[in-house]
């Protein structure tokens, strides 16, 4: 067996066993509450976890020659720091609930930066270990529960953000990149104005008693082109910086696609429609992640890059 391919299946053998010990074992077994999932949609959102396991498996068949599916130790030291980073950030902005209202009481979490940039900085399994274990610890000491497939969405965030390491020219990569995630951006900005009245279902107005029956805001719905317009802007500003402008530009797609997937599995474990999963869930959670990959994870990667710099890497 190759190190690649014992890394990769290691670590997703890893990541599976800490998700299955956490909501079979503590959540089911000994009921601890903040471990528990819906009992009833337990067989689809596993089932989903694992066909998101899955596919990053298939990537790595396809770019199994890279050097970036190896995980040694100083990987691994990443990994726990990364989840453990995403998991306290994500509490305090699940608890503090930091809204704005003109993305229609979204809570923003700037804390995605973080497994886009581990995956960036240090590859895709990094990333991926980042988002998933570190969403799941999140949203359980939030006391939320556990949301598999929300997790793996999380995880996926960070594993494409990680994979322009798979490719040897990261420009040419990064343009295919940019103009698939703008596609995707304006076909949910075109079912968003196709169904306006599609109500948000986490909306709440205790002083009117009205929960459930509000559509999104217009710059909710747009939100997603406005975050698509900011990673254009540091795309193209910051173009001569290649670590800046790839790192913006995966975590974009990187943010579409897995949250995508997060939300459309719901279309089956909640039996949404589809576009109560895209404008409902997908939009809101998407649009505002875009803006802080195009403010925060620039930050991010200049601040390591000075690091290196000063420890003479």
């Known amino acids: 067996m190759n190190k690649g391919l014992s890394s990769v299946i290691y670590s997703l053998g890893g990541i599976l066993a800490i998700m299955l010990i956490?909501?079979?074992?503590?959540?089911?077994?000994?009921?601890?509450?903040?471990?528990?999932?819906?009992?009833?949609?337990?067989?689809?959102?596993?089932?989903?976890?694992?066909?998101?396991?899955?596919?990053?498996?298939?990537?790595?068949?396809?770019?199994?020659?890279?050097?970036?599916?190896?995980?040694?130790?100083?990987?691994?030291?990443?990994?726990a720091i990364?989840?453990?980073?995403?998991?306290?950030?994500?509490?305090?902005?699940?608890?503090?609930?930091?809204?704005?209202?003109?993305?229609?009481?979204?809570?923003?979490?700037?804390?995605?930066?973080?497994?886009?940039?581990?995956g960036y900085a240090?590859?895709?399994?990094?990333?991926?270990?980042?988002?998933?274990?570190?969403?799941?610890?999140?949203d359980a000491i939030s006391g939320f529960g556990l949301f598999p497939q929300w997790s793996v969405g999380n995880g996926l965030v960070g594993f494409i953000a990680g994979m322009p390491l798979l490719f040897s020219d990261r420009k040419k990569s990064m343009d295919t990149v940019l103009w698939v995630g703008a596609g995707l951006a304006f076909l949910a900005t075109v079912v968003f104005f196709l169904n306006r009245d599609q109500t948000n279902m986490m909306f709440f107005d205790p002083a009117n008693d009205v929960f459930g029956d509000q559509p999104i805001a217009l710059t909710a719905g747009i939100s997603i082109l406005i975050g698509l317009v900011l990673v254009?802007?540091?795309?193209?500003?910051?173009?001569?910086?290649?670590?800046?402008?790839?790192?913006?530009?995966?975590?974009?797609l990187g943010n579409i696609l897995g949250l995508g997937y997060a939300a459309i599995s719901d279309v089956w474990i909640n039996g949404?429609?589809?576009?109560?999963?895209?404008?409902?869930?997908?939009?809101?959670?998407?649009?505002?992640?875009?803006?802080?990959?195009?403010?925060?994870?620039?930050?991010?990667v200049?601040?390591?890059?000075?690091?290196?710099?000063?420890s003479g890497r």
């Open 22 to 79: 956490l909501i079979l074992v503590l959540g089911n077994m000994f009921g601890i509450e903040r471990f528990q999932t819906d009992q009833a949609t337990l067989g689809l959102r596993l089932g989903f976890m694992f066909l998101g396991l899955a596919a990053v498996y298939v990537v790595y068949i396809f770019t199994k020659d890279s050097p970036a599916w190896e995980v040694g130790t100083r990987q691994v030291v990443w990994m």
């Open 82 to 118: 990364g989840a453990a980073l995403y998991a306290v950030f994500s509490w305090f902005f699940n608890v503090t609930v930091f809204v704005i209202p003109s993305l229609s009481q979204v809570a923003l979490r700037p804390a995605i930066a973080i497994p886009m940039f581990f």
């Open 232 to 252: 254009l802007v540091v795309r193209y500003g910051f173009g001569k910086n290649v670590d800046i402008a790839a790192a913006v530009t995966w975590g974009m």
């Open 302 to 310: 200049v601040a390591y890059a000075a690091v290196q710099r000063q």
């Open 272 to 300: 949404f429609s589809l576009p109560a999963a895209i404008v409902g869930e997908f939009i809101p959670a998407a649009g505002p992640n875009l803006i802080f990959a195009a403010i925060l994870v620039p930050l991010l």
């Open 122 to 138: 240090f590859g895709p399994v990094v990333g991926f270990f980042t988002g998933i274990v570190g969403n799941t610890f999140g």
